[in-house]
Nanobody, 121 residues
Framework: QLHLVESGGGLVEPGGSLRLSCTAS????????VHWFRQVPGKEREGVSC????????NNQDSSKDRFTISRDRAKGTVYLQMNGLTPEAPGTYYC??????????????WGQGPRVTVAS
């Protein structure tokens, strides 16, 4: 099981940008499908964007698909979620999840700790 480490969360003003990073401690994510999820208090965790092991991208939310970009840096074995034009609806805890499969799913064995994203003036 992977130990996923996320970074890049924090406070940003409306319209601002953040980039979240997901790495596997002592490992590489190059052979894993990686999925970003978001959770807000009182609601179920929801998928945001996913990149398969072959770099096929699936965006789960129409409201953010033009502003959020998932990408993979194979030299670093890292997956990113670039979030631009953040709105007051974007805050939450963002988790990356990974699984050694070729497709995106809602079931993952490995999860990161979930950095918080806050959007406020």
């Amino acid at each position: 099981q992977l130990h996923l480490v996320e970074s890049g969360g924090g406070l940003v003003e409306p319209g601002g940008s953040l980039r979240l990073s997901c790495t596997a401690s002592g490992n590489t994510l190059n052979y894993y499908t990686v999925h970003w999820f978001r959770q807000v208090p009182g609601k179920e965790r929801e998928g945001v964007s996913c990149i398969s092991v072959s770099d096929r991208i699936t965006n789960n939310q129409d409201s953010s698909k033009d502003r959020f970009t998932i990408s993979r840096d194979r030299a670093k074995g890292t997956v990113y979620l670039q979030m631009n034009g953040l709105t007051p609806e974007a805050p939450g805890t963002y988790y990356c999840a990974a699984r050694s499969i070729s497709y995106c799913t809602s079931e993952y064995a490995s999860w990161g700790q979930g950095p918080r994203v806050t959007v406020a003036s």
